[in-house]
């Protein structure tokens, strides 16, 4: 019919947003006021549970980023229903800077510090449902993936995209116990998500598994 | 004269616009404030009408990027009229996030949120009518057209483009009488928009019917 | 040394810096707020400022934005300080949304209004005057443009851009008789600018013109 | 395993953050407001803080900006630890604008200023302290480096990273002293960066240079 064009449009245009929202989480942490005769050095603290909800807010868009960055690897082709999905989970992505700037608001005021975190947490709960609906669609029967990609790595990345998904559990519960809990288990899923994936991908690309990927 | 490029920087200068668009979306809501001793529990449902605002614009200008991104599949060239009349459609979608603002701020006000209502649907007429002129000018004589894509594609496109348009108008004048049905026919169009497509696009593009296109 | 890249990501980046810098004119939008026992319909007119600052200067980036596009064509390397020239022109495109919003402000309050008008194509010459800096680097010698276009092209060029800035004079001199007739200009400027390099740019490049160029 | 894609869709995403980044500094320019009577043009000299805050910080990030641009012209490959520290770098940048807004607000209250200042200097340290880790793991053993580029040239390079770290040292000692004189250092800076690195690049690539490299 007419020329398709990959998904080569829909990751420049999630990019896009990825980065938008990533970074109008600076817009929630407010310059702190002084009263009458007062220092800056004694109200400046006051944005330290702005700076905590960015911090962990930046390190979660980074790593949703960098998941759909390594789902798009696989790939290859987009059709509408896709882009409808990529929308709805762009909707979620892009709601995360309110519910950033919700836990800085809170933060620190017992009772409504774990409504605040419940509130974030659902939302990144939806980001992951939205994600493994995306990537079912697409790898379903290869409907949308690259065909030199072998069963195996689908497979395998099935497996850490539902690892991520399962991960958001804890973190909704940890929320009723203690909020600062949840921030360190954010903290820490970062630093365990990006240590297993570097034996995995710091050698090039094998072509050996590839090629013998779909035999 | 000089190189032509295409028009690979007038999609990605538009990606940019509607990606930006459609994140700003979320600075309407506003994180809400308790009174005196009250709790965030309480308060947190008024943010009910902008996250309605929120989801509803989000799938409106992922459909209309949908849209856009569909049409300049068929496009292979651009002047500088294409250009002008590409930006006077941007400023029509860029003004959606204020629309929606307005929406959220009057949404449960009987009366108000008619008016308002009646602004958003106005300004997505515009959208529509805007586009409307640019894949005319476009489609018109096959002056930007991809010429391998057959004339009875280009058509097709036309009436969709048309569609699009001709279906603003009721949600217009159901406005005056119910402001939910609207957001409900809205919520309608976008699952109705991306079903049919599907049947036509998830299979790999007819190397047949492009060969015959033109012949 | 190190394998040169060419213009696109300046290109990228400039184009990033555009569409956010044409978004955030809608920022300074302001809902409405009706009194108690009003109505939005009554109040609902005080954005009619607003929304002439909004188009004005959407339809301003934008024709800056086609201007940057057209240049581009003409140009095959960067070095660093094409690079610091570029910044030093997107930094006076990204203040526009300020001198709108000032604009906006002021319009229809005598005496201010010309300030705020003076203001605001104070920025606009600036804005043409670090382009015209930017082009004469890029063209001067030859020094960053494309070797195949020919020097009549790259002349016919340079007067375009230089126009650009004679135009931006009378302007100014324009806003202490009248606001409105600034905005007039603006406007017929928009249409004269599109129209001319319609018959210039419709028909596909010359193959002919290009190849004779620098012989 | 799948393919991999190289480095562009992480400067995409990049190039995204500075460019919004850069953009949102003009929303730290607040609209004065006169009083009862006053006149715009009494009130308009209360921007040159934030006018100053706005000219500094975008040269900043355009110089962060175009050290990233000319680092991704020696990498070939990434990894996901080479996208989390390229994250961590980002949240560093992305901070620019909160910092640009609270020097803005306290630029001239003696005292405060210098606690503005500090805070400010240490966001750019710590970006570059950010980009060092970036650039050291992607070149350290070649481990993501361009096969083809000398190991004479990521010296030089690695050199000039580590001096862009090296300057923020004076910039925070020279807080203490004077605010104006901080201000003035990286206006020099951002000429000093720029001049010597014309004469080394203003030339086409050496062919030669890049052969011979790593013989």
Same mark, same amino acid.
């Given at each position: 019919?007419?020329?398709?064009?990959?998904?080569?449009?829909?990751?420049?245009?999630?990019?896009?947003?990825?980065?938008? *929202?990533?970074?109008?989480?600076? =817009?929630?942490?407010?310059?702190?006021? &002084?009263? /009458?005769?007062?220092?800056?050095?004694? #109200? @400046?603290?006051?944005?330290?549970?702005?700076?905590?909800?960015?911090?962990?807010?930046?390190?979660?868009?980074?790593?949703?980023?960098?998941?759909?960055?390594?789902?798009?690897?696989?790939?290859?082709?987009?059709?509408?229903?896709?882009?409808?999905?990529?929308?709805?989970?762009?909707?979620?992505?892009?709601?995360?800077?309110?519910?950033? *700037?919700?836990?800085?608001?809170? =933060?620190?005021?017992?009772?409504?510090? &774990?409504? /605040?975190?419940?509130?974030?947490?659902? #939302? @990144?709960?939806?980001?992951?449902?939205?994600?493994?609906?995306?990537?079912?669609?697409?790898?379903?029967?290869?409907?949308?993936?690259?065909?030199?990609?072998?069963?195996?790595?689908?497979?395998?990345?099935?497996?850490?995209?539902?690892?991520?998904?399962?991960?958001?559990?804890?973190?909704?519960?940890?929320?009723?116990?203690?909020?600062?809990?949840?921030?360190?288990?954010?903290?820490?899923?970062?630093?365990?998500?990006?240590?297993?994936?570097?034996?995995?991908?710091?050698?090039?690309?094998?072509?050996?598994?590839?090629?013998?990927?779909?035999?």
């Amino acid at each position: 019919m007419v020329p398709s064009r990959g998904s080569e449009r829909i990751e420049a245009f999630s990019d896009g947003v990825f980065a938008i *929202a990533i970074t109008l989480l600076v =817009l929630e942490i407010r310059v702190p006021e &002084t009263e /009458a005769g007062g220092r800056l050095l004694d #109200v @400046l603290p006051q944005i330290v549970p702005s700076v905590i909800a960015y911090a962990t807010s930046f390190i979660v868009i980074g790593a949703f980023w960098t998941n759909h960055h390594e789902t798009f690897r696989y790939i290859e082709r987009s059709d509408t229903t896709f882009l409808a999905l990529n929308v709805l989970y762009l909707m979620c992505i892009a709601f995360i800077p309110f519910s950033a *700037a919700l836990l800085a608001r809170y =933060l620190g005021r017992p009772g409504d510090d &774990t409504v /605040a975190m419940v509130a974030y947490t659902t #939302v @990144l709960i939806l980001c992951s449902i939205t994600f493994n609906g995306l990537w079912w669609y697409a790898s379903a029967h290869e409907r949308l993936t690259d065909a030199s990609v072998s069963r195996e790595a689908i497979k395998r990345h099935t497996r850490w995209v539902r690892a991520g998904l399962l991960l958001s559990i804890p973190a909704i519960v940890l929320a009723f116990v203690s909020v600062p809990l949840v921030i360190a288990l954010y903290a820490t899923v970062f630093l365990v998500y990006f240590l297993p994936r570097v034996g995995q991908l710091k050698a090039k690309p094998h072509q050996g598994e590839r090629r013998a990927g779909r035999s």
